[in-house]
């Protein structure tokens, strides 16, 4: 009887401890929080997300202050305006959402995907956007990983920058191609996509307009490309047709821009010097309409040096105007008028000039602004000079002021600080990407004496 | 506060109840126990093994043992034993008559507390002498003389190599523990706590770490570690079970040591009472240099503040937002200043309050206690302080002479408000330390109508209600915001002591520990660290559930008088669950309150699960031969639910002998009363975290700009899901520590002295790191068992006891560890980010240094092969090529003409340049540990002391470095002076322009000596420091009147210091930091940290 009690207990003891090793299965082992697939409606909505957060953040800050549409005032952003490049990481966000979720290797899910549905119209929307994130990174560090990137292999090869680029432009050959196509499958993403609603004909102009982009890129190198420029513009955005970021006045669809200012480093940047003069010294009406008056004085607008060694203060340095830093402001990437300065610049720089033409395409823009038109008059580089400074006004706030700026040379900039002759030609491959990346071994050309491929010529 | 009056009343009603267990009938054995010397030995337990019969001896010595008459008859004898800790047991018949026997006892000191057993884990005991590994034990004593209410505080400078980090003097905030170095790159990982058998959770959780802005810990309020939920009255001892060997029964828990702690239990015999109240004053002592002689302003002009104009309506406003930076003119005599260093802090009280019964009879035990426990902070205002009550109930009793059922409950609710701290607009000390001397912090509000004012912000309107104030004002952020965590917790287990077979003995625990905390952090509107300064309110509940089941069955055998031995298996299974959700509204619509509801946007909210199961067989078998050496081998397989799928089981073996050589040498005339020599070898494991390898999109996620501002990836009503930037892992193992640990234990000169030593070397294999991978890929990290650290050191204690006279004993104890961390591989990766500010004091384990190491930006030096720009826009110019052999080796301050630049151009002939390469500064490891700890008694007073010393390491002084670009710190006051750099840094130069005195100008100070310049070399400091951590005088007052008047055993009273005095050069507020709490493995890093404090404390014990 007692040993029955003894065992039965021993028994019932063991039994409890054992029934725990069912527990232990492979069904534990999955994470119960997120799901193992995605819709394409799901993943362009991050696409879209990490697109806008790309054109208006970091880089775009580091743009507006080396080109001096913005200047740095405290902290990280005084180095910015010190050319401080360290060792590129400050970049690496930038970098990384190239590639990463929300940017090529979901892109890339995207059209796979849709291509196998039959819907072209979505996959030719996503190679757009694709060609956007890489054709804004290998304007930036020049040879960049592409072909090779977001696929299976570990260490994804730099692509030499021109290949990039032909790439980049068959690419949207292929995205007009679909976005063409009308098949009865073709659904694309409608709503979903928050800026054109999916519209395939806005989105082939769309592509147009960047064909012509990134012939324009290469035109340094290969003058040919500003015939290929023209003709593919003069097939892009339509006035009243930008691709301008979508936001809303909820803050986590709200503007970067005015999130940074507004709440996340005050006061880190303000206005630049350089375009404030140039709008005022011209009675350009942009001046109100991108910038504020000085908090001491509304009626007064000044801006800074880029390094903010100017004297200016808090109260007495203009900041982004109202307008641009509301919470819904659309932030134009991709407009018409962009579109139009390239058939001006194209038609000036091609081998053929037709100077005429450029100043026209130049006066459709002036007159939207509205500014007096160039007259017959000005001809040979000081139209150049009308152009591309009317570019650098109307993009203000984007990267690609910096890239006409590498391409021309205009308008003329006073390097900052002391010591350089120079703005910065390209960033520095990001010390992350190189220290787990073997086919980047250095930080590339040197930012300062050796440009990208793109940019055999460096502005005095 | 009611519920600090309320204790006495209770003590007082306990303290009058009859002594309980008298009532039953039977023979009564009465006695003292003494020290040979004749000092009277407190809780003493005086047993009669065979009835399973025992008393607890009172302060006094005395003890009654009842014995029920049907257990033993007149005229029968009975075997007494005596047993006290660090005194040798001693037995005594007794022939019990039905009167009142006497029996005295007086016991042989034990220093070395040979025969004593050692819980060693899983349900294992064993014999101090037998022991095969090192041997740390903390007892009840030394725990109350810390005056810690936090066990991980508690532990500071007990024993070598085990280093605790509080993280701040903030009530409440959490202390995080290290043994033997780090040999995981997981930050958080902690050792495992095992109370009573029943692992319990002792995770950090920051509330800020779910608020989506990507800040995390950094940001917030200082957490709790759930170990603050134990009171540290109910603790026996704590046995730290530090080396792999020791470990291995915990199998692939155990890769970070196990801290087992066993709590009070009640004995059979008179019902025993103890009220202890304690009363302690705290307050901060260092504070960081800054200037009073320049006011706000940049370039010298003065800048307080100039008025905004509304843009809509051009209005002019009495707004006005001035610059942050204290660069303008000499502040004229006679302006006032402000002492902005020290004026947020105050004295802060503590009151503790505990009381605990105890007793039993010859079946049935029993040990209660309840415990109040309340702190306010250091830091001005309402919103600093931490309530614990705990309550403990432990019981067992004896349902056949084979079977034991035991019960143990635990219940605890602490609640917890904080200030914002460290990297943070919002935070208090940077809010304070930035302020321009001219401004009066304690004005924070506007006298008209009353709207928060900074010294950036002076004059709100209604006009600024959403705008941010550049820097909160420090008594806004004592005053309003609310930070507070309300947790819950149970821990219970009830377990089967048996002994079916006389040979057999088998254990049986089955126990749960829950926790559920409620947290709120509410940020008032015109709060400037919030996405809006709109305010904000984060909501966070967290729960914590641990299901633990342990059998144990030992099986004792004896081969020969010569050879015996034990032989254990064992199975345990444990599951845990980690549950969060948490939400954040932004834009409070009304003013208060912060409650979800009340908010305009609330973010998509975070919610997961996390869900570790484990099953685990062990064995064990020991040998002892010849009663003279001792042999243990071990073995645990565990299967765990985050082992990869191919990998789902792993074995670690154990083994270790110890050898008590004296028994062949001799006692060399007392020299040598005692000798063990000992060898472990052991393997242990760490878990990986879950979900590792779980191919998954991310929900709820977003994207963010590096400075904060993000958005969501659901837009427009359309929610995304993207894949997440970590690649899923393939195979995942358990990490692998294999230690080999040698060591001897010695007893010297007729026991009045003994010293132990320990040399291990352990070897971490597949530990898991987020290896980069290109980002180019598609995906930044990938986790995988790729790292190897080495962690080699050693680690000596000595004991001395010179005095040992009845009425005066004296006693000294030194312990020293070092402890060498050698990061060998990290597939591939130069290094591996490992916590740190960020943008800032990064820190990082990088191959060939250690783990922690400082990755920042220095000068332009000698030796490290740096070209610099020779004016043409090339990189033409070698620095080494100017600098001599020697100077190259020393990597000597390199100074130019001024016809070169480095990455921030240059101010010229005579000032350094900066160097555009980030590079190891440094490690936050101290090169050695140590501790003295002294007792001397004089007969009822005793007298302890407690200094704690850290010799080597570094600490970065981020504080320093940022205020030096705000204008604020003391060193700016050299603005405008001429100096060389050699005298300025206190380091010799190099270069053209070595000798070159220059000026300390603005432009100096903010570009080429503060951390926002990309530069932090001169701020990492030496963090070497010796503390007082402990000194107190104690008095047990015993007698007649006691006794007699006072119906009581005894009362102690103690006055004690904690912290009195700190000697270090750091130049920062405390070398003892840590920013980002034991949620992050970061160390070293000072931003803006909430220091230490120093306690004056008085306690009194009230014993019956």
Known sequence: MRNGVRFSLLALGLSIAVSGCDLTGPKLSDNPNDPSAASNVSLLSSAQANLWVQSEADLARTVCVWLQQCSGRQSQYLS????????????????????????????????????????????????????????????IWGDVPYSQAATSVANPALDPQQQVYDHLQAKLDSAIAFLSDTGGRNVGPKGAELVYGGNDSLWIRMAETLKARYFMHVAERIPAAYDSALVHAQLGIRQGQDYNNYHTSVLTSSNIWFQFFTTAALNYVAAGQFLVDQLKNTSDPRLREYYSGTPVDTTVFAGGLPDGSDGLTAGTISSLSATREAPDFQQPLVTWAETQLIIAEANFSKAAPDEAAARAALNNVLATVPMPPVGGGVTGPALLNAIMTEKYIQLFQTIEVWSDYRRTCLPAFTAFPTGYTRLPRRLPYPLQERNANPSIPDPGPDPFTGGNWNDPNPCP | MLHIRRWPIIAVLALALPAAAHAQQGITIIGQVTSEEGTPIASATVQITTLGLGSVTRADGHYTLVVPASRVQPGESVTLTARAINYKPQTASVVVTAAEVTQDFSLAANPLQLGELVVTGQGTTQEVEKLGNVRNNVDSTLLQRSNEQNIVTALAAKAPNVEVTSTAGDPGASSSIRIRGANTLNTASEPLFIVDGMPIDNSTVTTSTYDGTGFGNQQGTFPPNRAIDLNSDDIESIEILKGAAAGSIYGARAGQGVILVTTKKGHSGPTSFSFRTTVSANDVTRFPELQRTYGQGEGGVAEACVPITNLATQDSLVDCLGTTRSWGPAIPAGTPTYDHSREVFRTGFTTDNTLTASGGNDRTTFYISGSAFYQSGTFVGPHNNFTRYAFRLKGDHRLTNWLKVGGNVAYSAANGDGVQKTSNFSGILLGSWRATPTFDNRQYLDPVNGMHRSYAFPNPSANSADLSRGYDNPFFTANVPVSTTNANRVTGNISADATPIGWLRINYTLGVDYSGDNRLQGQPQTSSNTPLPLGQVIQLGISNTQIESNILGTASFKLSPKASGTFSLGQNFNSRSFDLIGATGNGLIAPTPYSLRNTAQINPPVDSVAKVNIVGFYGQATLDLYQQLFLKGGLRYDGASTFGQDNLRAWFPSASAAWQFTKVTGNLNGMLTYGKARVAYGEVGTQPPPYLGSNTFLGGGSFADPFGPFLSASQGGNGGLFTPNVKPATGLEPERTKELELGADLGLFKDYADLSFTWYQKNSTGVILQVPVAASSGYQFQSANGAEIQNAGTEWSLNVRPITKRDFAWDLGFILGTNRNHVKSLTGAQFVSYGGLGAFGLTVADVGGSVGDFLDYDYVRCGRGIMLDDGTGNQNYSVDANCTADQNKKHTLFLPDGTVAGANGGLGQGYP??????????????????????????????????????????IYNGTKGALVELGTAKITEKRGQTETMTSFLGEPAAGPGAATPVVLDESFFRNFYSTFALLGQPFYEDGSYTKLREISVGYTWTGKFVSQTLHLSSVDFRVAGRNLAVWTKYSGIDPETSFAGAESGTRGVDWFNNPQARSFVFSLGLNR
Request: hydrophobic content about 40%; overall charge neutral; charged content about 20%.
């Open chain 1, 80 to 139: 910015v305006g010190n050319y401080s490049l360290g060792d590129g990481d400050f970049w690496f966000q930038n970098y990384a959402a190239t590639y990463g979720g929300g940017g090529l290797i979901d892109l890339r899910r995207i059209q796979s995907s849709s291509l196998q549905a039959g819907d072209s119209t979505f996959a030719g929307i996503a190679a757009v956007m694709e060609v956007w994130l890489v054709g804004t990174a290998a304007d």
């Open chain 2, 913 to 954: 340049l900066l160097d555009g390469e980030k590079r190891i500064i440094g490690s936050p490891d101290p090169k050695w540990t140590g501790s003295v700890r002294t007792s001397v008694r004089y007969k009822g007073v005793t007298v302890s002391a407690l200094v704690d010393v850290r010799h080597g390491g570094l």
